[in-house]
Every structure is written in structure tokens, then in C-alpha cells.
């Protein structure tokens, strides 16, 4: 306990010795009682990065984010933050910031007031606290609210400040526990966006919790799904869609989600009944050999329809079922090879129930996992 | 109600469009004497009535003189006022051999009120705050054993209490049991339960999510307690108060075990002064001396009874 933080120095500072990492954490454990929240898990946080911890409720993202807040104490592991440890780190010591779902604000102080406490607490001058103020006020355009009472503001300005009270404190790690959830679905949107312009100016590292997909998919430089404590796969946006590890990301990733086939793959060649998917051009994980039982993925809206089907590699029939008009798409639900199947379409496509509809499919574009272990093969 | 109807209909047509447009609305009015009302209000009134009727003797007795009083029409109002009664009552009233009437009384309770009502309260504020937000190991066990202390009969401690009183403060060398230091910590103590729990429930209630905020943001134990509870905790206060206030002003058995006569409380005062057996009888002067006595707990209601409601609500939302 002998390091402490000195809140005058500027994250720029202490960068040298961390080697590009802004948060390590080295086999972190958290049990309460006999429940294991955390196991053996371990992450790096580039610098700079908008890393998302996105999953189901109790999948142990919030419980991350508070371990590495320093608002719960680990069982076991380590949590180092610019290369220094701050496992046994007060939370105001570590050199980070903190933006909550219910926004947290303090409700007798003002917006100014809000803002400065934290300040206060570290002993900045006078001076200093009224420049952070003012600068982290302008950033986020709340300097009209200043003297408000967090009661008189709306949900997105309380947001605003309470992203502003972890804006002036000039931290190195931003953490920010579902900030959106409480907020209603245009407004999500627009601050959603504010947060990424936010980030692409400050370019601090950025830890977001979230188990909205959209909101991860369009925030992340790097997604990390949770499940049951432990990291499913930890990637780009793009990877994680389009190559996911295992079955759970797959099926999590995706609105509408991914349709699955069970089967048997022959050498690189998927058969179900008389359905038979040769997977030209699928990029494989580790080449197959012999015959194994195998699940293959495709994505609603990868399946080929209309006047394309005919240049398609694959080619197959469903009968819709269940169409769903929603304007922009069209979601069809039918059955292929005896099992559920959704397939999303153009929003003018012209599609009754009790249709015949002509399909395709890019191999290509295809998951497949070890029908055994969910892999990715 | 019929006055702001007319209101609103010459209005209306003063404003020929607001009146096409205005048909009645607003849900439909009742008429005042509807049996409901006569059932409801006539209840009240009646039940009110039996509680004031005595608060009304008292009063009417207070200031009659004692020829009045003889005459035997308790209900009358007085023929004469007098406030000869409330003067003796409050320096002239004999209690043995001093006739320093209630005042000194008076005094004494206001030097056992004040020290118990701050120091329990700032004791129960700090547990119940340690106990909802800062949970140690065994917390929930320690407040647990807490609350059955609020079940325990006071007459079984007494004693016990007496023994505690004396040698403690022989081995501290300061006088405990019969000096107004002993009644204040005793207070204090059993103040504790009820506060602490008032005040646990209440923390309880605060989101986390704020008690986080402000530990990120570097505020410790007592920075979190004084700048962020303790401003948003008002009406648990004044609740807190109010208990303390009237508990400890109407404590007459504690007064009575643990003082000496020359620091008796008032209610202990009162007590003897309406009980002595010399003389005859003033039931003016015992009238005068019972209302003076109450006079600070009805003072308190009065000027708290809204906040009191709003912060007994607060503090029962979550267990």
C-alpha cells in the first residue's frame, strides 16, 4: 500500500512502462460463499481501446467491472492498471472513472457540484477544479445546467453529467457500467453516438458493460462475451460475427439469431437428410478428416433469396411458415432439413404464409462447430 | 365548490369558443351531506370529541380558582380566569421541603434531553450507516443481537443497570448512578435498538450505486457519511428526533431509579408534586403542572408531524 497515485500527473505520464496495455488482469477469482462469479480469468485492455463486456445478466460483466473499480474485492488473482497493481487499490487510487446505470448523481448537490467532488476529495486548488469543470461542461455541452439540481435535469443530461463526473477527474480508464439502459430508445441511440465521438476525441481506454448487442457491435473495438464467469471469446466486432469460437457466441451474436443444423460433416462435405452443404470457400479453424457429427450456422440474413439463388452455390427450399413484416426487413420463419429456420428478407419482398420459397446458401458465410464441444471447426 | 362552478360557467360564456368546446368535465361532483360524508365526518368528529374532552378539563381546571374548582362543575367554562395556578405550578409548588415548584424539574430534563437525544442519535446514525453500507463480517449477526435487546423488558435490567452504574463509575472515579451523566448513557443505550434499525432501514434504502459513485470519487468512511447520506437523511432525522424528544422527556422510571431527588427530571417532579399527601388538594395547580410538563413533546409534534409521517414512510420501504 505504499504507491499512491498522484492525481496531478496526466495519464500520459505513466505510459512507458506499460507496454500498451492499460488494464491487465491476471487470473482473476471472485467467489461469494460457494458461488464462483469470476474463474481463472484473465484479460488485457489495450490503450486507448473501447473494450465491451457484453453477455446475459449474471454472466459476471458487472462483476468485473466493479473488481476492476475496486468496489469488490477479488478471492483471488491480480488487476494491474498502467502496469501498476492495484489489486488492493482504494477505487479513487487507480486512476479511474465511473459512469452507473442510475446515473448516481448526488441529489442535494448541484451539477457543478456533482462534478467538483471528486476533485475536492484529491485537494485540487481552487483554480484547477473550476478549469476541469468547465472544460468537461463544454465537452459534453451541459454548461447551461451548472447550477441545476440533478432532480431538475432529464435522463440523458443526468447521463451526460454523470459521464462528466468521470470526465474531469482526467483518468486513465473509463468504466462504464450499462449507462444506457435507463434511458429510453431514442435517446440510446443518440448518446450512443455521442459516446463514440467522445471516445474517437479523448481516445482514453474504455471499459463498457453492456448486454445490448447493438450497443456493443457499434461501440467496440473489441467485444469480450462472458458466460458463467468466463471470457467466451474476446475480439474484433467483425470476427466475433462473422467467425464465432463456439455455438453460444453464434447463437448470442445476431438479431434475428443464427439457425443451426445438426448433422454429419463427410470430409468437407455437411449432410443432413437430403440436405448436402459442400463447404466450398469456408476458411476451416483446423481441416476435417473422416466423418464427425457437426452444426452448421448460417445467419438469417446471409441466405440468399430472389433472383440470386440462381448463381448460388447452394441451393434449397423452405416453406414459410410465419412472415414478420418490419418495414426496413421482412423476417420469414420456415423449416429446413426438419428444423426451425428463419430467413430475413428485403423489405418489399412479396411473401405469403404457405409459400414455396426458393433458397441459397454461401458455404462461405457458414459457421460450423463439433456438434461434440461447440467449437469452431 | 358551487362558487367555482358559477365561475367557470360565466367564464364560458364570456368565450363562445371555449364553450362549444367545454362540455363538463372532471370526474363527477359529490354532494357534501351524501350519506357517506355524514357517516365518515360524524365518526371523526365524535372520536376526536372523546379525545380532546380530557385535554379540555385539564385546561378549564387550570385556570379556575379553587372555590370554582369545589363547586364540582368539572365541564364548565370558568366564572374567572385566573393563571395563579400556572405560576405556582411552575416556582411555587412544594415537593418536601423545597418549593421551587416545576422549574428546577424543568431544567434538569432539558440537561438530561439535550446529551441523550445527540448522543444516541449520533451513535445509532454511524451503526446503522456501518451496518448498510459498510457490512463486516458478523454485522448481520451483531445487529441481530441488537434488535432482541429492543425486546427485553426494561424492568429486568434495572437493576443490573445499577450495579453497572455504580462500579464503573467507582473505577472511573466519576459519580454514575444517581448523577444526570448515569441517565444519559442509560438513555443512550436504549436508544440504540430502535434507532439503529430506524437508521439502517433508511441507508438501506439509498441506491448503491451512489455509494459507489462516492467512493469512486475518493470520499472515505465519514466523507461519505457527512457529504453524501447525512444531507439526503432529513426526514429520518426528524423522526429520530421526535422519538429521542418524547421518549426521553416522558421517561419517568429511569428518572426515578438512577437520579436523586435534587436532579430528578420533571416527569418525576410532577409526580410527587401531584401525589404529595401534606395539604389539601389544588387540582388547579396538579392541572397546571401536568399541561407545563407536556408542553415540550406537543411542542415537538406540532411543529414535525408532517416530516414525521413522510420520514416513518421512508424509513419502512425496505428491510
Redesign the interface.
Known sequence: MTMTADPQSRPADRTAASGGHSVEIRDLDLQFGAVKVLQKLNLDVHEGEFLVLLGSSGCGKSTLL?CI???LEPTDGQIFIKGRNVTWE????RG???V???Y?????MSVRGNLS??LK??RFSRDEIERRVSRAAEILQIQPLLDRKPGALSGGQRQRV?IG?ALV?DVDVFLFDEPLSNLDAKLRADLRVELKRLHSRLRNTMIYVTHDQVEAMTLADRIAIMKGGEIMQLASPDEIYNRPKNRYVADFIGSPSMNFLEGQLQGETFRKDDLSLPMVGYDWASRPQGERGAIVGIRPEHVITGELVAGAPVRAEVVADVVEPMGSDTLVWGTLGGEAFRIRMDGNARVKEGDRLPIGIDPSRASLFDSRTELRL | MSDIGMLNTVKAAEDPVRRVLDGPRGARPKRTFSRTNIFLYGTLIVVALYYLLPLYVMLVTSVKGMPEIRAGNVFAPPLEITFQPWVKAWAEACTGVNCEGLSRGFWNSVRILIPSVLLSISIALVSGYTLSKWKFKGSEVFFTILIVGAFIPYQVMLYPIVIILRDVGNFLGVQLFGSLTGLVLVHSVFGMPILTLLFRNYFASI?E??F????????GFW?ILF??ML??SLPILVVAIILQVTGIWNDFLFGVVYTRADSYPMTVQLNNIVNSVQGIKEYNVNMAATLLTGLVPLFVYFVSGKLFVRGIAAGAVKG
Open positions: 466493479n473499480a475496486g468496489l482504494e477505487p479513487s487510487n479511474i472513472g465511473m452507473f446505470q442510475s448516481a448523481l448526488y441529489p442535494q467532488f471528486g476529495n484529491a454523470a463526473r477527474r | 441506491p450505486e451512489l459507489k459513485a462516492a467512493r469512486v470519487d475518493g470520499a466523507g457529504r453524501i444531507p439526503m
